[in-house]
Structure formats: C-alpha cells, structure tokens
C-alpha cells in the first residue's frame, strides 16, 4: 500500500512568489491534515479536511494560506504570497475514523 | 506552558542499553497518544499509540500512560544504532488534530 506521498520534496522561491504544495493521503482515507514545522519549533496544526470539507483550519496563519482538496482525494496547499517566515517543513498526514495519522515525508520550503 | 512537553536532548545510551524517553501534556482531557519516531528528512513514523492507563508493550517498545500525572513515556529495550533518530510525542487534541512536542533526539552508541 502506498503512503502518503507530497510534491515537491524541496521548493526554493523568492518573497512574494507564489508556491502550492501537493498531497496525496493513503487511498480510502478521508481524513486529511497539513501540519508545518518551522526552524527549531515543534511540528504544528494547519488544517483538518474530512473527504473535500475543511473539519478546522484553526491553525492556517493568515490569509495567504489556501488549501484545498476538490473531489476528497488529493489536497493542495497554496502560499501567496510567500512571506520569510514561511520557510519550514509543511507535513501531510492522513487516517480514516479515529485511526492514527500516517505522515508523509514534508515538504521543505525556503523563501529567500 | 506548551501543551506537550519533552526533553529535547541528545539522549545518548550505549548499544543494547534501555533508552527511556518522556513526555508530559497539559491537557487534562486528552485520551489518545502517540510516540513517533522521525529520521532525518524523512516522515514521521508512528511507532507506538496508547489510549488507556498502564503500559502497551511492542516488541522492544514500551509505552507508559499515567493520566493523573499527564505523563506518558516510552522505553526502548535493547537499544541499537539504527534507533538513532527524533523521538515525536504526540496528543490528539479536539477535533483530531495532534499535538506536538519539539521531539527528544536520541544517540545510540555502538
């Protein structure tokens, strides 16, 4: 069974351009979450999709963030614009019920 | 106070030593936790999940769970190199979402 799978692995860009982030859950997972590790600070919450429906985005940072997931498979993250800080790791799990969350391997992202 | 809280190292243990790796949460309703084990670069892998007070026993991990305490830990028996790695606690909090703490680098010295 394949994992969690998101693209690219790396994206350097500069301030102001705009980035989306790929992610593909566990096939027949509903449950979709973006998670962000930023320079020497613990893994935090982003968002929680059920099937194409966001559960809670409570901890998306502004409104430059826009994730999205049509058709309830797989999901996209957008930055724009890009701003400094934020640069760091951007994490995509997925799990069905109550099932624990499988992570994918991240994406790093580095603004310039 | 952070919500998860670990000692983030470097745990260093000899080979085959037992590697004991704590966490403390500050959420008094939190039900399910979760040890996950990262490499560099790579995902985080869960490697342990306990829901009720005791320990849970997996192979040569051993998840503790003292919910009075809002403690919960994780022994590695027989430690080897190849457990080298950051140890990820983790709680999961309303709605789902997990809780982290900033990880517990572990060394395991041959």
């Known amino acids: 069974e394949a994992g969690v799978t998101q693209f690219p692995s790396h994206s350097v860009i500069e301030k102001g351009q705009t980035v989306t982030l790929r992610c593909d859950p566990i096939?027949?997972?509903?449950?979709l979450y973006w998670y962000r590790r930023v320079m020497g600070k613990e893994i935090k919450f982003l968002l929680h999709?059920?099937?194409?429906?966001?559960?809670?985005e409570s901890g998306m940072p502004n409104n430059r963030f826009l994730a999205e997931r049509t058709g309830g498979t797989y999901s996209t993250l957008k930055v724009q614009p890009a701003e400094l800080e934020d640069s760091g790791v951007y994490f995509c799990?997925?799990?069905?019920?109550?099932?624990?969350?499988?992570f994918g391997d991240g994406t790093r992202l580095s603004i310039l | 106070q952070k919500e998860v809280e670990q000692n983030s190292g470097p745990l260093s243990v000899p080979e085959g030593a037992i590697a004991s790796l704590n966490c403390t949460y500050s959420d008094r309703v939190s039900q399910s936790f979760f040890w996950y084990r990262q490499y560099s670069g790579k995902s985080p892998e869960l490697i342990m999940s306990?829901?009720?007070?005791g320990d849970k026993e997996d192979g040569r991990f051993t998840a503790q769970l003292n919910k009075a305490s809002q403690y919960v830990s994780l022994l590695i028996r027989d430690s080897q190199p190849s457990d080298s790695a950051t140890y990820l606690c983790?709680?999961?909090?309303?709605?789902?979402?997990?809780?982290f703490g900033a990880g517990t680098i572990l060394r395991v010295k041959s």
């Open positions: 983790a709680v999961r909090s309303f709605r789902n979402k997990l809780v």
């Open positions: 999709f059920v099937k194409e429906s966001k559960q809670d």
């Open positions: 306990i829901y009720s007070n």
């Open positions: 799990a997925s799990g069905t019920g109550n099932q624990p969350q499988h």
């Open positions: 096939s027949g997972h509903d449950n």
